[in-house]
């Protein structure tokens, strides 16, 4: 365990507590790609996701039999067949056919799969919980606004923790150094004044300052002018993070879903959504606004990957804090009630 948090502080992609949580783990045009059946890695353990005659389900990656991977398997009248000896499974993990035994015969009761406590499709992700959930899904109004044109961007693998990643996109101290080559203006240093507004589980902050104004394409090195905006930023545990970005003087409208899946130890998938009220719904449009978006988590990316510790320290005084970083020391309150709630439950 890394200094800066002891192991009942720390916490990273397979702390317990996260299996109380909803997380995505994969866009709906994956599964459905895969023809319904996907192999998924979460919390460090692997599982495959299925959408069967009765629902969406997630199973271990394994079959009671012989341990094939189910994700190996197929869809067959609803049910998820293993590949290896033809055994079917329905949603709740319960073997329904067994070729190599006459049908007369019961089917053991040890023939069934474990199964994840909760599989839903939500913001055009599939999201699991491994375990009964304790805190909600996110929200994003914008999902189903007409106003908005959504601009998913293909999912990216870091090597940080998902803790260490909301942390970032919630950060308002590193504009001027690590997105200058994007957005930030390299002047507005001073983090000003802002309110932490606790509502339940989740969080939210507006915070106001310059940025360079947004535009419908980015090359690198274009010159934009400084421009005022507004950021007002919410956070769902255990990872997401809501980013609404409001341009007053340009009636520009860019908001921001960052969602985490916590792979294993050392990585973690982001899927990242853009909504923009400003441009038309084309390729182009949307293509230009995901290059942007991506320039910019690259940024981000590089530096995370670069820390060793891959996750964050619960224990407040642990790290050192300043009055700029209120937006994350709620986040680590947050995650500390959310550990203290899930061991109790």
């Known amino acids: 365990m890394p200094t800066g948090g002891s192991p009942e502080t720390w916490f990273d992609n397979e702390h ?9 783990v994969a866009w709906v045009e994956e599964l459905e790609a895969a023809n319904g059946v996907l192999g998924i890695e979460l919390l460090g353990e692997r ?53 190599a035994v006459d049908p007369r015969l019961p089917i053991p009761r040890t023939a069934r799969c474990e199964t994840a406590a909760r599989v839903a499709e939500h913001l055009g ?51 001027a150094f690590l997105h200058v080559a994007t957005f930030a203006d ?12 606790r509502d339940g589980w989740k969080y939210s902050v507006s915070y106001w300052h310059l940025t360079k104004a947004l535009a419908d394409s980015y090359e690198p090195g274009d010159d934009f002018r400084s421009n005022q905006r507004e950021s007002y930023f ?14 007053p003087a340009e009636n520009s409208i860019l908001t921001i879903s960052f969602c985490h899946q916590p792979v294993n ?8 959504t853009d ?7 084309t390729e182009e449009m949307r293509a230009d606004t995901a ?43 947050v995650l500390a009630e959310l550990v203290v709630a899930a061991a109790a439950e």
């Open 275 to 281: 909504y923009r009220n400003d441009i038309a719904d």
């Open 125 to 175: 992700m599939i999201w699991v919980a491994l375990e009964e959930p304790i805190v909600p899904l996110p929200e994003v109004p914008e999902h189903t606004d007409p106003s908005f044109v959504r601009c998913p961007l293909p999912p990216m693998e870091w090597k940080a923790s998902a803790a260490q990643m909301a942390d970032n996109f919630l950060d308002q101290g590193h504009f």
């Open 291 to 333: 290059k942007f978006q991506i320039a910019v988590a690259l940024e981000d990316r590089v530096m995370l990957e670069r820390m060793w510790r891959k996750g964050v320290s619960l224990d407040v005084t642990a790290d050192l804090h300043t009055k700029a970083d209120r937006i994350t020391l709620e986040m680590r309150r």
């Open 16 to 24: 317990p507590a996260l299996r109380r949580c909803w997380h995505p």
């Open 234 to 247: 919410v956070f769902t545990p255990p990872h997401h993070v809501y980013l609404r970005i409001n341009y």
């Open 186 to 197: 390299p002047d507005d240093r001073l983090v000003g004044e802002y309110d932490v507004v």
């Open 47 to 99: 599982w495959c996701v299925a959408r069967l005659a009765d629902g969406l389900t997630a199973v271990r990656d394994e079959c009671p039999h012989r341990r094939s991977p189910l994700s190996a398997g197929c869809v067959v009248d609803g049910t998820l067949q293993c590949a290896y000896h033809g055994y079917r499974f329905a949603a709740d993990g319960v073997c329904v056919e067994i070729p």
């Open 265 to 272: 130890a050392t990585t973690t998938r982001l899927f990242c």
